[in-house]
């Protein structure tokens, strides 16, 4: 039985920082597509980051624009975890994040393409 299982989510002030976590158990997602997004309340959910696998242990990732340059998504294999760390925090950063699972290899923004789901972890970034 596959789980995602995300960890790191809390209260920061703006401009501060996190680290989420997600941990897969089941099955090895080494060179899969795995990836974040996020839900605000009273939105839908919106693509994050996403990461692929290249060769050995080279992924190569990419942002949604309304974080570029501030979050940075990336694995650890040995560990079979995702990571996505949050930078220079604002209050519009605020949501639930999920972290996804594919069954593709190529990266994709598209939640659709998404097989496996994590509970989610609450941000909260205060002003």
């Known amino acids: 039985q596959v789980q995602l299982v995300e960890s790191g989510g809390g209260l920061v002030q703006a401009g501060g920082s996190l680290r989420l976590s997600c941990a897969a158990s089941?099955?090895?997602?080494?060179?899969?597509?795995m990836g974040w997004f996020r839900q605000a309340p009273g939105k839908e959910r919106e693509f994050v980051a996403t990461?692929?696998?290249?060769?050995?242990?080279?992924?190569?990732?990419n942002v949604a624009d309304s974080v570029k340059g501030r979050f940075t998504i990336s694995r650890d294999n040995a560990k079979n975890t995702l990571y996505l760390q949050m930078n220079s925090l604002k209050p519009e950063d605020t949501a639930v994040y999920y972290c996804?699972?594919?069954?593709?290899?190529?990266?994709?923004?598209?939640?659709?393409?998404?097989?496996?789901w994590g509970q989610g972890t609450q941000v909260t970034v205060s002003s």
């Open positions: 990461s692929s696998w290249i060769a050995g242990t080279t992924y190569l990732g």
């Open positions: 996804a699972a594919s069954q593709r290899l190529g990266r994709t923004t598209y939640s659709s393409d998404y097989d496996y």
């Open positions: 089941g099955r090895s997602f080494r060179t899969n597509a």
